[in-house]
């Protein structure tokens, strides 16, 4: 923890020190709208944060056997943005009699073990005064995402990526959008993007969150993180017995969702105006984090499944079965009934998300992507 600790520190001062310094980054120009913004969301990131590292001080006084809690069997669901990922994840989550999942207000609000003793004691006093405080702060969480809700459906008690946890060691992908001249947030989506000490601390700082999960919640870890792509082989050697999920789509459509997803976070911090630094980072993003997970499933092959999204979106049930046999998982036939019924009641609506303009991802990545795509999907292959 002491090393992450510090790591964090250096970081944080590093973001908001290039932060103030006009013309420090053509993608991050020093306008009103950005001052403003990080004005506003700066202080209560940091009081956020440094309240994260009391926790965990106490965490360490006070339920320091959670060190003991041993994660037997995770399963991870990664891959790229915008591939399938979330609905795959939420879906599996339903059936909580087999799984343990962080929710968007234990990842943010609650990572460590005292934050979230507290947070379930004022809520059962609230509930008894008649949940007035719960109702006010999940409708300012509806009211802060705004139309990112068409995107990715946000609540405080929705299923949740756990890479958030990471937020208070500066080793959460999210932070690019405020800072996107980091080369150390950059550096998250890159294999061998950082050193190997230092990833190795950051591997143990998040082995340590998922075990003050368990700590609450001995069910079975079923995790997902689509900023994840380029950390399936150091997870893989850091649980032996991991199952993993790689969500694919074709990297056109996926990098333009992405850079469209992303925009109105751009825009709130006054970030890369003319859209250049992103896309050209992103699409390096994919290149790489594609051909990582080729590589993983050439080594890790025999406890990982690829899903594609177009087949995810053809046939879902299908899709989840064929998961579950693969990869042996528990699954609810409950589950799937459930799940055919909503996917023939969706069948005929589109997302109202719009994407951005069409881009074009380059050879190598369509190559990987390709590759993976043929070694689930042979007859498909062979049709194409």
């Known amino acids: 923890m002491k090393a992450n600790a510090q790591r964090s520190l250096r970081a944080h001062a ?69 591939s399938g990922t979330t609905f795959l994840h939420r879906t599996l989550a339903r059936d909580q009699s087999q799984w343990s999942t962080f929710s968007l207000w234990q990842a943010v609000l609650a990572p460590s073990i005292s934050q979230r003793r507290l947070i379930d004691a004022l809520s059962r006093a609230d509930q008894r005064l008649g949940g007035l405080a719960s109702r006010a702060l999940s409708y300012l969480t509806r009211s802060l995402a705004g139309s990112l809700d068409d995107i990715h459906e946000i609540g405080l008690d929705a299923a949740e990526e756990d890479y958030l946890t990471l937020l208070p060691a500066a080793g959460c992908f999210l932070a690019v959008l405020a800072f996107p001249y980091s080369e150390s947030v950059w550096g ?55 199952r993993f999920v790689l969500c694919i789509r074709d990297p056109d459509a996926g990098l333009s969702s992405q850079l469209s997803a992303i925009r109105e976070g751009q825009a709130l911090f006054g970030v890369d105006p003319d859209e250049r630094l992103i896309q050209q980072r992103f699409a390096r993003m994919y290149r790489e984090q594609y051909q990582h997970l080729l590589e993983h499933m050439q ?42 019924a909503q996917c023939a009641a969706t069948s005929a609506t589109s997302s109202p998300h719009q994407h951005a303009k069409k881009l074009r991802a380059d050879a190598e990545t369509h190559r990987a992507y390709q590759a993976l795509k043929a070694a689930t999907y042979p007859s498909q292959n062979k049709a194409s």
């Open 188 to 242: 998250l989506t890159r294999p061998g993007g950082m050193p190997d000490a230092e990833r190795e601390e950051l591997l143990t700082f998040y082995r340590r969150m998922l075990q003050k999960h368990l700590y609450q919640d001995p069910r079975r870890l079923l995790s997902k993180n689509a900023a994840f792509g380029a950390w399936a082989q150091p997870l893989a050697k850091l649980f032996p017995d991991a």
């Open 14 to 82: 590093d973001w908001l020190a290039r932060a103030i310094r006009p013309g420090q980054h053509p993608g991050a120009p020093l306008s009103a709208r950005r001052v403003a913004a990080l004005a506003v969301g700066v202080p209560p990131y940091l009081l956020l944060q440094a309240t994260h590292w009391l926790g965990f001080a106490l965490d360490e006084l006070l339920f320091a056997e959670y060190r003991d809690v041993d994660i037997e069997q995770p399963v991870f669901i990664l891959g790229l943005p915008r």
């Open 299 to 340: 080594r890790y092959g025999t406890r990982s499944s690829v899903v594609d999204m177009d087949a995810l979106r053809l046939d879902g049930p299908a899709e989840i079965a064929r998961l579950a046999r693969e990869l042996a998982l528990p699954l609810d036939a409950e589950l799937l009934i459930q799940l055919e």
